[in-house]
């Protein structure tokens, strides 16, 4: 399976990156190990025994972890740099986790809708599709090696996860002309990443 990801289109960008402090894209002899054993599916060395939650500490456990932590860095660290990258391309209106609009007795058609009165999406950028128009982004972060996950295709994969932000996430966000959703994924081993704009 990690092979298969391996061979993706820009799964490798991350080896070729210029290494610049400014970019993030340095990485120290630990963690380019690291990310070589993860690339080719291998367990890399000196792991710590447990998770903070308790459990045996294994890459697959730490990346489906809700207590550990490395799901969530993950999914901040891809936001991130989606909203530094807007701002060096010189957009000036550019939000980390907006508060989305309140409902005001809206009905969804799907029961995963988001209703929650604090919603927020990962990051808001205007006029990155075109002038004065609001996009919305937000990121999932997944592990193609989860249990869940097993005997899915790359491509079923990033599928199953757009379709579940747009349930999420599509109505929520009005869809005006001043206003645009899109969802980023991203899988954590190997550094590959989609971008799904949703018109």
């Not at 298969?4 to 820009?10: R, T, W, Y």
Request: glycine letters at 6%; hydrophobic letters at 35%.
């Amino acid at each position: 399976m990690a092979i298969k990801f391996g061979v993706l289109k820009g799964a490798s960008s991350w080896v070729t990156a210029r290494p610049l402090h400014a970019h993030s894209t340095v990485l120290n002899k630990s963690d380019f190990r690291d990310a070589m054993y993860l690339r080719y599916g291998w367990t890399p060395p000196k792991l710590p025994e447990k998770c903070g939650c308790g459990e045996t500490f294994t890459t697959t456990h730490a990346m489906q972890c809700m207590v550990g932590g490395f799901r969530g860095y993950l999914h901040n660290e891809v936001n991130y740099i989606y909203y530094d990258a807007c701002k060096q391309a010189g957009f000036h209106d550019v939000c980390l986790e907006p508060k989305l609009q309140p409902l005001d007795g809206e009905v969804f058609k799907y029961k995963s809708a988001n209703k929650d009165d604090e919603a927020r999406s990962d990051l808001r950028v205007m006029g990155f599709w075109s002038r004065s128009r609001r996009a919305f982004f937000d990121v999932t972060a997944f592990s193609p090696f989860a249990r869940s996950h097993q005997g899915k295709t790359p491509s079923a994969l990033f599928q199953m996860h757009e379709q579940r932000k747009i349930r999420e996430y599509r109505e929520r966000i009005p869809q005006r002309s001043t206003i645009r959703w899109c969802s980023l994924q991203e899988e954590w081993a190997p550094e590959f990443s989609r971008k799904s704009p949703n018109p």
